[in-house]
């Protein structure tokens, strides 16, 4: 009996002992944070419209993070906005988000704006499509630390005639759950 008593207390001292230390080896945690892309642009004389060169966004362009290192990141949705001086009546046309080293997406063939400076909201939870994209864009993002993003498209009236000088601005929005290591 004795001898089994010693060999339950050694199991129970070992099992402590890898508890213990277990728990200390890595401070892991995550943060919810966000990739915010601005553009804005004005069209062109044939009512083209672009990010002019896009804007390049790296891990330090995620507010919020603190000093851990990026250990890895889940994808949680994105939002598309785009509004500006756009008037009822307007269409944006062929509206494709670029990423380098990317196939180029197509968001949208046609976007018809329905009142005077609408504010026109988009998510991917609506579009599984805009979803998949932005989720490979996100992998992308965190496995070489930084994107390079350009949204371009043209904006015409209703019969096609292009629109030139149109301040047009989007905002791109991915949410991400960010783990990290102190």
Do not use: H, W
Not at 153 to 172: D, V
């Amino acid at each position: 009996m004795k001898y089994y008593m010693n060999k339950l207390c050694v199991i129970l001292l070992t099992l402590l002992i890898l508890v213990g230390f277990s728990s200390c080896e890595t401070d892991d945690y995550i943060s919810r944070t966000n990739l915010n892309c601005e553009f804005q642009s004005y069209t062109s004389k044939t009512g083209f419209f672009s990010s002019n060169g896009g804007g390049s966004y790296t891990f330090n362009d995620l507010p919020g993070l603190g000093n851990g290192s990026i250990i890895g990141m889940e994808y949680q949705g994105t939002e598309l906005v785009i509004t500006g001086d756009l008037r009822y009546g307007d269409v944006i046309r062929d509206l494709y988000i670029d990423v380098e080293g990317m196939t180029p997406f197509l968001f949208s063939p046609k976007i018809d704006v329905l009142k005077d400076y609408e504010v026109m909201v988009f998510d991917t939870a609506k579009d599984p499509e805009f979803y998949d994209f932005m989720n490979s864009v996100m992998r992308r993002f965190y496995n070489q630390g930084g994107i390079n993003v350009i949204v371009d498209g043209y904006l015409t009236n209703r019969a096609g005639i292009p629109i030139n000088g149109t301040k047009i601005e989007i905002y791109l929005k991915s949410y991400l759950d960010v783990r990290l290591r102190e």
